[in-house]
């Protein structure tokens, strides 16, 4: 650096014309902040990866106090909560096979909910990418009391249609880290992440074959029966579980 | 580099292509993406005026005819709510819209309204529904939650808490979910077989063909209707049993309005 400086001075004492030296001061200075640009692009694009690794994470009380319930077991250890900036809540937990392990032991999915603020934010969005599944097939989506059979209360939320190579995703905007099933006429109580709420919370996830056929024809299995797991005409069309979260403890 | 300074010093039209490669490196930096800035595929930046787009290469061709338009029918006489309209849409989108009127604030507020937009698009591929709910004259700076029951009014019957509208100073507001709206249903799995009716037929579980607003507090209520007496509600998640207020708004039908 040093040799660079004396070399500099040298040059513009020996220099007769001085401002020729101005081009090329502009030329560094252009190509300093081209280089800026690059690096915070670069910086933006892996700050998660960063935060994920523990360098620089955001302060955020509600994410530290859902890690606290991981810890303790009130959520389950499949979830996995991301680093945010507040008031914003991301969780994420795993799907596995249920209804399809045998013929598709490798499906995987992904489940991201995204809260905004607590107060001013009037829906959770819920993001489902789904990978090695039957491919081309309509499956439903859940949430459920019971992770697994007997399942419970259910709400009916969204489908998610695969592609031909197995893969899928799907997004929709509805309430999620509160949801609950009642019957007005007698909600009862329960406890959810909050303490205690009204009705029977619906703290898993689960996915359904949308129709007992496609079941029973990517199963190869005639015998499989038709379930409640999908709305409209007629009455047991869908076919059985194919992913859950598999969980005891709540997942969300 | 500063043996070719004084290499200037010597040649001046040297020093001229220097000056020329300071501006073009310049105008680069000028030209080159900025943050925010977003380019499309094929390089077609997006954004701008309106939201308008920017076309770098071929214009695509955009339909000068509007495709046909057709009300399709929903339900059947006597099978839906008289309040329910069937918009006029392109198939197989299905629209249909119907009121909401004021129910516990109907005292205080007796011009709130509400409308809710119901879309549906090909029901062999689509994965939810789109429900938008505008809402005016209402209590301002309030929010309300918005729920799927089986019963327009008390009991309300088995529910299902979608989403939340809050309220602008000026009484107005609106949300837009997107969820299962026309054959939402509630059920107990340990009870596969309960059945109901629904526009298409006998279906599993108990039809959830109603919609209503609560107040998400039975604080703001009180303040809102100026009544310490009014009890709490389970229309609300989370934050302690029974903390929601009374019900606000309803389609106030006892047929089907989805």
């Known amino acids: ?252 | 580099m500063f043996h070719s300074i004084e290499h200037v010093q010597r040649h001046r039209g040297f020093g001229i292509v220097v000056v020329c490669i300071a501006l073009l490196s310049l105008l680069a930096s000028a030209c080159a993406p900025q943050p925010g800035a977003q380019t499309g595929p094929g390089g077609t930046k997006t954004g701008g005026v309106a939201g308008g787009t920017a076309q770098t290469s071929s214009a695509p061709t955009f339909p000068t005819t509007p495709p046909a338009l057709r009300t399709p029918s929903f339900g059947s006489a006597g099978q839906i709510a008289p309040t329910v309209k069937v918009l006029a849409s392109v198939d197989p989108t299905l629209i249909i819209q119907f009121p909401l009127s004021p129910s516990s604030i109907k005292t205080l507020f007796p011009k709130a309204s509400g409308l809710v937009t119901v879309m549906q698009g090909n029901p062999a591929i689509s994965v939810f529904d789109t429900i938008t709910v505008d809402v005016q004259n209402m209590p301002p700076n309030v929010k309300f939650t918005v729920f799927l029951i089986e019963i327009a009014t008390k009991p309300f019957g088995h529910a299902e808490y979608v989403g939340d509208v809050i309220t602008r100073g000026d009484g107005t507001g609106e949300s837009t979910f997107h969820l299962i709206t026309f054959v939402a249903f509630a059920a107990d799995a340990r009870q596969a077989n309960v059945t109901s009716a629904d526009q298409s037929g006998d279906a599993s579980g108990i039809q959830l063909e109603h919609l209503g607003m609560w107040f998400d507090g039975v604080d703001n209520a009180r303040k809102a209707l100026n009544d310490p007496t009014i009890a709490g509600t389970p229309f609300d998640g989370g934050g302690g049993a029974l903390h929601a207020g009374p019900q606000a708004m309803t389609d106030g039908q006892t047929l089907p309005v989805i």
């Open chain 1, 1 to 252: 650096m040093r040799t660079v400086q004396s070399t500099f001075s040298r040059a513009l004492r020996g220099s007769r014309r001085p401002w020729l030296l101005l081009p090329i001061v502009l030329l560094l200075i252009s190509l300093q902040v081209g280089t800026d640009y690059g690096v915070a692009t670069a910086f933006a694009a892996s700050s998660q990866r960063g935060a994920q690794a523990g360098q620089a994470r955001p302060d955020n009380a509600n994410v530290a106090r859902l890690r606290q319930m991981v810890r303790e077991g009130k959520l389950a250890p499949t979830v996995h909560v991301l680093d945010s900036l507040p008031p914003t809540t991301i969780l994420q937990f795993p799907l596995v096979p249920s209804g399809l392990k045998s013929k598709f032991p490798d499906a995987t999915a992904l489940v991201t909910v995204v809260r905004g603020d607590r107060n001013d934010s009037t829906s959770d969005t819920v993001t489902i990418d789904v990978q090695k599944m039957p491919p081309n097939i309509t499956f439903t989506i859940f949430f459920i009391e019971i992770a697994n059979k007997p399942f419970g209360n259910v709400e009916y939320v969204a489908d998610l249609t695969t592609r031909g190579d197995g893969t899928g995703e799907t997004i929709f905007h509805i309430i999620t880290l509160v949801a609950f099933a009642m019957d007005a006429r007698n909600p009862g109580t329960s406890h959810d992440q909050e303490g205690q709420a009204s009705g029977i919370q619906l703290e898993h996830l689960g996915m359904w074959f949308a129709q007992l056929q496609d079941a029973q024809k990517v199963l190869n299995d005639d015998t499989l029966l038709g379930t409640i797991f999908d709305g409209g005409n007629p009455p047991l069309h869908a076919g059985p579980q194919a992913m859950t979260d598999g969980q005891s403890s709540p997942v969300f």
